[in-house]
């Protein structure tokens, strides 16, 4: 959703097994491959040092 909001297009795999990556993000010359990451018990620890305490709305 960050990508299309910041003006790429997103293109997304269908199905259960995508064996690189989940989306791609495409802007002019520039294309990613992207891979979504989750946890099992659903926090984001790689973004937790980057929130100002009392500042996280889940």
Sequence with gaps: M???RAGWNVSVQYGANQPEYDLI???GPAV????????????????QSY???????Y
């Design 2 to 4: 960050v990508f299309a």
């Design 25 to 27: 993000v495409e802007n």
């Design 32 to 47: 990613l491959k992207v891979s979504v990451k989750g946890s099992q018990d659903g926090s984001w620890g790689l973004t």
């Design 51 to 57: 929130l100002s305490r009392g500042k996280a709305d």
